[in-house]
Nanobody
Framework: QVQLVESGGGSVQAGGSLRLSCAASGSTYSSTHMGWFRQAPEKEREGVASIYSSSGNTFYADSVKGRFTISQDNNKNTLYLQMTSLKPEDTAVYYC??????????????????WGQGTQVIVSS
C-alpha cells in the first residue's frame, strides 16, 4: 500500500547537521503513522523518532531528544528528520517506516509494515 524512498544521508563531522527526507506514495500520507529507525554495525535496529501523522504528535528516543526533529509536509507527501549536533554514535543506516495500524506503538518495529531501503549517515569525530 505504501512505498517509501529515503534521501539526504551523507558524511559530516561531529557537531554538524543533516536533514533526511522520506517520500511516501501509494496510500494517504496524512492517515499513516510514520517513523525513523536506525541500525549501526553489530547493533539492533532502534527507533529514533515517530509521528502520529493525523495529529502531528511526535515521539523521540532519549538519545536524540533536543537534537533531532521529525516533521511532515502533507502537500509533498514527505517525512523529514532534521538532525543537529550530530555525534559519532549517531552513525548508522537510517530507515523510514510507515504503519497503518489503528493501535500503534511509536518504536515497536513490528507495528510498521512498510520500510524504505535506508540511507547511510556517517559522523566523524
Amino acid at each position: 500500500q505504501v512505498q517509501l524512498v529515503e534521501s539526504g544521508g551523507g558524511s559530516v563531522q561531529a557537531g554538524g547537521s543533516l536533514r533526511l527526507s522520506c517520500a511516501a506514495s501509494g496510500s494517504t500520507y496524512s492517515s499513516t503513522h510514520m517513523g525513523w529507525f536506525r541500525q549501526a554495525p553489530e547493533k539492533e535496529r532502534e527507533g529514533v523518532a515517530s509521528i502520529y501523522s493525523s495529529s502531528g504528535n511526535t515521539f523521540y528516543a532519549d538519545s536524540v531528544k533536543g537534537r533531532f526533529t521529525i516533521s511532515q509536509d502533507n502537500n509533498k507527501n514527505t517525512l523529514y528528520l532534521q538532525m543537529t549536533s550530530l555525534k559519532p554514535e549517531d552513525t548508522a543506516v537510517y530507515y523510514c517506516a510507515a504503519s497503518t495500524r489503528s493501535v500503534w506503538t511509536p518504536f515497536r518495529a513490528s507495528d510498521y509494515g512498510y520500510w524504505g531501503q535506508g540511507t547511510q549517515v556517517i559522523v566523524s569525530s
